[in-house]
Every structure is written in C-alpha cells, then in structure tokens.
C-alpha cells in the first residue's frame, strides 16, 4: 500500500453511504457509533456482493461510558444520592436492549481484561428500593399528594440536568432510558445536549454544566486514571482549562494512591495499589460507570495484517504492514 488517505466525515450516515458507494475503503476506529454498526453488519451479511467486500469488527477493550458528576454541587456532593443513582439504574437490562449486549456493565474504572483489575469491589445491582431509600436517608422525600413522584426536599424538586454531545443517537438512547429508569425513583432527569466542540471545548472542562455529564474515558492497560480524578488535574482558569477531573472531585487519599502509582516501580505493590483505588472508588463514586465500549471498524475483506488493538493504539500504528489480498 503505497498511500493511505485520511478523509473526515462528521456526520455517521454519510460516512455509511461513502463506504457503500465506493467513495472509501473502510472506517476506523473513531467512525461509526455501535448500534448502526450492528445494523451495517446485518445489512452487509444479507448481500453477498457486500459480505464478500467488507467485514464489521468488534472490538472488547477499555473504554468506558460513564456518567460524571459536578462534585461542587451539594446535592451530588452527598455519597449517597450518587449510590441511589446507580442503583436506580437497570445496566444489565440497559446493554441488552440497546446494544444486545455485545458491550458490557463496567464496575468501576478498570477492564476485566486489565491484569490489575479486581473482581472485590462494589458492585451496583439494580436495586430500586435500596435507591428510594438511600434518597429518604438524604431527605428527598416523595411529597403528599403528588402526581408525579418527583422527590423535594425542602421545598426543592429533585431535578437533575444532563449534559452531552448532541447528534450521537447512542447517547440520546441512553439519556431516554436513564431518564425513565430515574423517574421510577422519584428523580427528574432533565437533558441538554451541546455540539461536540462545544461540549468538549467549553462545557465540560470550564464545568458549566449543572448537574451531570456523560461521555467515554479510556483506561489503557495499567493506567491509572490520575487526570480524571487527582485534585491538581481540576480545569480551572489558573492553569488554562488543563487537567480531565472536570467534575471537581477532591479526596486526600485518592491523590495519595495517585502518587503512589506515579512512582511505583514493583508490580505486586502496583497491583495492590489498584485494588485499593478501584474499591475506593467503588465505594465513593467519583463517577457511575455505565458500560464497556466495543471499538467497531469496517474494514475491507481482502485487508491483511490489520489488527485492533481496542485500547489507545491505533489499528494504523501498524499500517507499514498492511497488505491488500487480490481478490
């Protein structure tokens, strides 16, 4: 292959009808979203001119969609509204409706596939009535005569915004499902959704968000999530918006075990130092792990020494050695 061209395409479906027109070869890592990646392979393995020219791949890997929090809110700044969140939501029922799942819960920040996950932490089962209680423990109470069971406490409703990136139909589908699944709680889930370079470039890193915010981070092999949770990696105007603990969560002892993983060389104490932070952060709930992100590419079948790694190296890091088959 002696070239290779990159072509940009924002929006999804016209990325589809490029590749189904001949227009390009094939879409990478950060093309189309999952759902209507399942709906091209039904529709590629129902036309033999199609199966015999591309082939969709699905990927396992350490990406994750979550929901992040506004840690300077005093209603999310209570541990137990954020574990009454969690367990007010049907995950499981979530990735089998939607993603016929083929992408699964996450409990917390590392992969399964990481060898320093671990299995002992807490995990947030649906549990409907425990979430009713832990938001009467907090004082948000279902008033008398009301006609839609949306909790106050004094007086106040108990109404939550959530912010992401508008026109992914993905995110949509969950913000609709969250929304129904919290309002079974006595939550209100409000949405606003901003375009991507809006959401990513002033939203979310400046904090104008009210309440939540959900989008993807990854977690590569051995990473510790130190920009998405150490207090000195929180965006503010001082060190120019730097820094991925957008939602302001500070913990002593979260920068201490941060530290310790920064210069920790020994691989037993690594590992014992993930363990502790993935409880902690479990327990805690600096954010609600939502599912794991398959990565999706479509690729040409003919396509050889093509590879997904699922995490942060991308399949073209080894394009030297592709090769086209003849066909």
Do not use: C
Request: aromatic residues 10%; positive net charge; hydrophobic residues 35%.
């Amino acid at each position: 292959i002696k070239n290779i061209i990159f072509k940009f395409i924002e929006n999804s479906q016209a990325l589809e009808a490029n590749l189904l027109s001949g227009a390009i070869d094939m879409i990478g890592e950060q093309g189309i979203s999952f759902d209507q990646a399942v709906a091209l392979e039904k529709r590629i393995s129902a036309d033999p001119k199609l199966a015999a020219q591309y082939k969709v791949i699905f990927k396992e890997g350490p990406i994750y969609e979550h929901i992040g929090f506004n840690h300077d809110s005093p209603l999310l700044a209570n541990a137990n509204v954020r574990k009454a969140l969690l367990y007010g939501i049907d995950r499981d029922s979530l990735v089998q409706s939607l993603f016929q799942g083929r992408q699964k819960v996450a409990n917390s920040y590392a992969h399964p596939l990481d060898p320093n996950a671990t299995a002992e932490v807490t995990k947030y089962s649906y549990k409907p009535q425990l979430s009713m209680e832990l938001l009467e423990k907090a004082g948000w109470k279902v008033p008398a005569g009301s006609t839609d069971g949306i909790r106050e406490k004094n007086g106040e409703r108990l109404s939550i915004q959530i912010s992401s990136t508008a026109e992914n139909r993905t995110r949509e589908l969950v913000e609709v499902y969250l929304k129904e699944q919290l309002k079974a709680v006595g939550v209100e889930l409000t949405i606003k959704n901003y375009p991507a370079r809006v959401f990513f470039g002033d939203i979310v890193n400046k904090r104008k968000f009210s309440d939540l915010t959900m989008f993807a981070l990854q977690s590569g092999p051995d990473a510790a999530p130190y920009t998405a949770l150490y207090s000195g990696e929180i965006p503010t105007k001082e060190n120019g918006w730097g820094g991925q603990n957008y939602g302001a969560f500070r913990n002593p002892k979260f920068d201490e075990i941060l530290d310790g993983l920064l210069l920790e060389f020994d691989a037993s104490k690594r590992k014992a130092l993930h363990k502790e932070l993935q409880q902690r952060y479990t327990s805690t709930l600096p954010r609600l792990p939502l599912y794991w992100r398959a990565t999706v590419v479509v690729v040409p079948t003919n396509l050889e020494n093509y590879r997904v790694a699922g995490h942060q190296y991308y399949a073209n890091y080894e394009s030297p050695n592709w090769r086209l088959a003849s066909k």
